[in-house]
């Protein structure tokens, strides 16, 4: 089983709608989460941190369950500008902090 | 901005060669990833550095694949001898203990 999962996708959506991802991780010890985007053909780059009270930037909300070891992100209004790869991120506390990425969910907006 | 300097960009080589990527990560991190991407696999960790000193690379086969950190401005990422089966994007990240990662452009390595 991998330690970070995630469905991935596609996921093909018109402009404005609402889309929601989610991610799964298997290691209890994890102990920070966030979500980075992967645009085509480019390096990952963080999206937003995750906390176990949520949080919100613009128009994307992240949640975090630790007792079920989940995280979602939600995109509301989406743009075409959003079409990219979501990759869900755990870091694992062992002697130092040990990045896991998902394998990414694959958005695509359409107008 | 601050950035993770990688290089080759891109690397076409022959079955059998040595293939080195480098890195530079941004100064004053103290942590290096390096990640392989491919798309049947997504984002793979190969290894990873804290100060210099390797924590863990057992994502890494181990029989062809090294890492090092001979210096603080400098990681290596070393294949031999290359097979088909390596070819794939390879990123070096660089970060603060738990913050988030900053990510080089990656290298594209084609094994024929």
């Known amino acids: 089983r991998k330690e970070v999962e995630q469905d991935p996708g596609p996921f093909n959506v018109p402009e404005g709608a609402t889309v929601a991802f989610n991610c799964t991780y298997s290691n209890s010890a994890s102990q920070s989460f966030f979500w980075y985007r992967q645009d085509c053909r480019k390096e990952p780059k963080l999206l937003m941190s995750v906390y176990s009270s949520g949080n919100e930037d613009g128009r994307f909300t992240a949640q975090l369950n630790r007792a079920s070891q989940y995280i979602s992100l939600l995109i509301r209004d989406s743009k075409l500008s959003d079409s990219a790869t979501y990759l869900c991120v755990v870091n694992l506390m062992t002697g130092g902090f040990k990045t896991i990425f998902g394998a990414g969910t694959r958005l695509f907006v359409k107008a | 901005d601050a950035r993770v300097t990688q290089t080759p960009r891109d690397k076409v080589t022959e079955m059998g060669q040595e293939v080195t990527m480098r890195c530079q990560p941004i100064l004053g991190h103290n942590t290096v990833f390096w990640y392989r991407q491919t798309m049947m696999q997504g984002l793979e960790l190969l290894a990873y550095f804290r100060n210099r000193a390797p924590l863990d690379d057992s994502g890494m086969p181990k029989d062809r694949f090294s890492a090092e950190m001979p210096d603080a401005t400098l990681a290596t990422l070393k294949i031999q001898p290359s097979e088909p089966r390596d070819s794939a994007v390879y990123f070096c990240?660089?970060?603060?203990?738990?913050?988030?990662?900053?990510f080089g452009a990656g290298s594209r390595l084609t094994v024929l």
């Open positions: 990240a660089s970060g603060t203990g738990a913050n988030v990662l900053t």
